[in-house]
């Protein structure tokens, strides 16, 4: 394969660092959690220092920018700030999907009004299985078949738990690849939306039910990595968590490397994604790319809320403790006993230490569906953690989190699609009390039947068209043009 001639020539030299005892591995191999203490890991380059020496932060926000308009695959997507995600793959490693380089979408005065706040939505539902999965999932397959090609593995079992959308994602890039990968994922029975289980069905995964909830596939799950010769896509896989640094990336291209008064609003569940928004700020202030970190702002439902529960108590004597979770229309972050809480914990006290401020606000089931509901009638296209999100921002500003003028940037993390049984389940008054939803009719919406089926066999073709219309005419008080 050609090396394109914008490929950079950088190489950083990787490896693995254990947030719990600080030993680091090389990654040749796969690690997922430490083999000394447990602990999860962060990848790091430790050559990095070498990209300060090689180029100031305006030189480094001209690259980046200049590559915006590459054409050159490997770093059309999350790549596109290579030398900050996985500088040691090369060009043909590298699986581009699509993803990444989704849009912001500045909310309707209307919302704006509403809301009392500035405030614009991220669209990573926009990524080609529908969720920000992807950019953690482009990485770490990008990595895979880094490995593969360089030991010359015949057969590689990728396996993961999942809410739902992890699965569609690694069944999406496994399919891609082909041999020598496999794809398997598992998933709670049950508790994944329709749309959700015929994602990696249709991707030619092999699908596994367990009985329960995410919390009991990770377990599963973890037993086979620790055990077997799996590769684990869960978000143990600090490869995932790179990629989805990206996040962070874009966030900043596309304000100019400009954070002063954002606030940036992250649902949290098994809490990659938060601990991966976090790090990619920290690399563009240390690499003086941007020089104010925008606010962080994790959100979480209060059927599942182990991460609020622990920033809610004074600092100095928390207890980080699992819950058991209760049934959520934000179902992706449904987890009672997130992998990455420890991640969560080193990142947020790193991001204090800078001068960020990083907290968590817990929203009820109620405001995040119809912050769900509320926003996609103003033109978005946010899923349940989307408008968990608006939720959130509702309550930061309620409780003196945000600034006047602050602009407040939701991620929907997927496509709302993904999730519309909720929206179903609201219209149609049929949520299981467990929930806690009570819908309210302003925010419902139904079909109408325009005319009887029967009206087809006892009219002509004209006829019925014009009493179709007629009866459109007498519903919306229609005025002729006469
Ligand atoms: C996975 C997922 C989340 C939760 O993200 P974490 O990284 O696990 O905190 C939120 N929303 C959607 C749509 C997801 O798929
Ligand atoms: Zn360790």
Not at 152 to 158: A, D, K, L, R, Y
Not at 203 to 225: I, N, T
Not at 402 to 410: C, Q, V
Not at 432 to 437: D, I, K, L, R
Request: hydrophobic share 40%.
């Amino acid at each position: 394969m050609e090396h394109p001639k914008d490929f950079p020539d950088y190489r950083g030299t990787m490896q693995y660092y254990c947030l719990e005892c600080g030993t680091t591995y090389p990654i040749d191999e796969l690690y997922y959690t430490c083999p000394k203490c447990g602990g999860v890991f962060l990848l790091e380059d430790t050559g990095r220092s070498r990209l300060t020496e090689q180029k100031n932060g305006a030189e480094w926000r001209a690259t980046f920018d200049a590559r915006a308009a590459t054409k050159t695959t490997s770093l059309r997507g999350i790549f596109r700030f290579y030398e900050l995600m996985a500088p040691v793959l090369e060009p043909e490693d590298i699986v581009y999907l699509g993803e990444g380089n989704t849009p912001i979408i500045r909310a309707s005065k209307a919302l704006e009004d509403y809301a009392g706040q500035p405030l614009a939505y991220k669209n990573d539902g926009q990524n080609p299985s529908a969720s920000f999965k992807d950019r953690g999932m482009a990485c770490a397959f990008s990595y895979l078949k880094h490995l593969v090609r360089k030991n010359g593995w015949e057969h590689v079992i990728t396996i993961c738990a999942s809410t739902g959308d992890t699965s569609a994602a690694a069944a999406l890039y496994a399919s891609y690849i082909g041999e020598p990968l496999k794809s398997v994922v598992l998933l709670p029975k049950g508790k994944v939306t329709a749309q959700q289980l015929a994602q990696p069905l249709g991707s030619g995964a092999q699908v596994l039910e367990v009985p329960g909830v995410f919390d009991d596939c990770m377990k599963v799950v973890e037993y086979l990595a620790d055990n077997y010769r799996v590769a684990l896509l869960n978000s143990k896989n600090a490869w995932r968590i790179l990629g989805q640094e990206s996040y962070a990336y874009e966030v900043a291209q596309w304000y100019d490397w400009d954070l002063a008064g954002k606030a940036v609003f992250v649902p949290i569940g098994n809490a990659g994604n938060i601990t991966a928004i976090m790090c990619g700020f920290l690399k563009l202030l240390d690499l003086g790319v941007i020089a104010e970190l925008p606010k962080i702002i994790g959100v979480q439902s209060a059927h599942a809320d182990p991460v609020f529960n622990y920033y809610r108590q004074p600092a100095g004597c928390r207890v980080y403790e699992p819950v058991t979770v209760r049934p959520s229309v934000a179902q992706a972050a449904m987890i009672g006993n997130p992998v990455s809480f420890p991640r969560v914990r080193s990142l947020a006290s790193a991001y204090e230490k800078h001068g960020g401020i990083f907290a968590v606000v817990q929203v009820c089931e109620q405001e995040i569906i119809e912050g769900m509901l509320k926003v996609n009638r103003h033109g978005h296209i946010a899923c349940t953690q989307g408008g968990e999100c608006f939720a959130g921002l509702l309550r930061a500003k309620e409780i003196g989190l945000l600034d006047k003028d602050e602009l407040a940037i939701l991620d929907s993390t997927a496509h709302a699609l993904k999730f519309i049984g909720f929206q179903e389940m609201y219209y149609t008054d049929s949520f299981p009390a467990s929930y806690e939803v009570t819908p309210r009719d302003e925010l419902k919406n139904a079909p109408e039947n325009l005319i009887d089926s029967s009206r087809k066999d006892a009219l002509d073709e004209q006829a019925f068209t014009r009493e179709a219309a007629d009866n459109v005419v007498a519903k919306l008080g229609l005025k002729s043009r006469g």
